[in-house]
């Protein structure tokens, strides 16, 4: 009997250990308060990430669940950063005024707003958090007051490992 057990434990051990994942190491500062960026993508597959440059000026809107438009908004800021295969999502990213992102991807995880027809002008997907942020604002202050006005909704990105 332990025998079995001890068997199907190592097995168990195994084929979680040799599977994909989905995952990011990040570190953002030091003990003495620095501000350092840095981030690992360990999703398992390539990420095929190339540095894409936006220029201030440029429109986009947030992708709905129902593959609808969201929010419509145009660049205030220029934006340099790695996307993902090919998509103008912004992984790691700044803009021209020093604000940094670097999200973080949790499917099946994370919860969002439910999409309706009232929220649905002022909506974003997950995956489009960093490039908004980067495009409307110079500072964590004025992030803070800028997620007031937005909702975040639960729009899948298969092309990064969600349903």
């Not at 250990?17 to 993508?41: L, Q």
């Not at 593959?67 to 220029?78: H, M, V």
Request: glycine share 12%; proline share 7%.
């Amino acid at each position: 009997m332990i025998r079995k057990v001890a068997v199907a434990a190592l097995a168990a051990a195994f084929a979680l250990g040799t599977t994909p994942g989905f995952a990011c190491t990040g570190i953002s500062k030091t003990d003495d308060g620095a501000a350092i960026r840095g981030r690992t993508f360990e999703f398992g597959f390539p990420m095929q990430s190339k540095v894409i440059v936006i220029p201030a000026g440029k429109e986009f809107s947030g992708m709905l669940p129902d593959g609808g438009k969201g929010l419509a908004y145009t660049t205030r800021y220029a934006i340099v950063g790695a996307n993902a295969l090919g998509l103008p999502v912004i992984l790691d990213g700044i803009n021209d005024q020093g604000l940094s992102v670097g999200p973080f991807y949790f499917p099946g995880v994370a919860s969002y707003t439910p999409l309706t027809t009232e929220n649905a002008s002022h909506a974003i997907a997950p995956h489009e958090f960093g490039l908004w942020v980067l495009a409307n604002f110079a500072t964590v202050d004025e992030v803070r007051e800028g997620v007031k006005s937005i909702v975040v909704v639960p729009t899948p990105a298969p092309w990064l490992g969600s349903a």
